[in-house]
Nanobody
Framework: QSQLVESGGGLVQPGGSLRLSCAAS????????VGWFRQAPGIEREAVSC????????NFADSVKGRFTISRDSAKNTVYLQMNSLKPEDTGIYYC????????????????WGQGTQVTVSS
């Protein structure tokens, strides 16, 4: 079964760090652009970051620039989202997706997406 599985979420204090992983199974993630978006209760879904197939191009939401980085490891078939200097407003469920369009915000253009991992930033 082809799927994406996110992991690495949890509860962290403001100013802390987390690294989220987006692991693919059943298909080769290297052939796809990959991105992350987050969803918090009562807040519109927000695109957080994305990375191109070759790992050269990346993009970040203004709200996370300078704090988050994205990378990919083809050998592990995984994409990572390193989140530093976390703020309470970063709280939400983080989802990764894979598709053929770079940084797409259109869900119908995603070939795969995961079930999400909860990130809670609170003291």
């Amino acid at each position: 079964q082809s799927q994406l599985v996110e992991s690495g979420g949890g509860l962290v204090q403001p100013g802390g760090s987390l690294r989220l992983s987006c692991a693919a199974s059943g298909f080769t993630l290297q052939y796809y652009h990959v991105g992350w978006f987050r969803q918090a209760p009562g807040i519109e879904r927000e695109a957080v970051s994305c990375i191109s197939r070759d790992g050269i191009a990346t993009n970040f939401a203004d709200s996370v620039k300078g704090r988050f980085t994205i990378s990919r490891d083809s050998a592990k078939n995984t994409v990572y989202l390193q989140m530093n200097s976390l703020k309470p407003e970063d709280t939400g469920i983080y989802y990764c997706y894979a598709g053929f369009k770079f940084c797409s915000n259109v869900v119908s253009e995603y070939n795969y997406w995961g079930q999400g991992t909860q990130v809670t930033v609170s003291s």
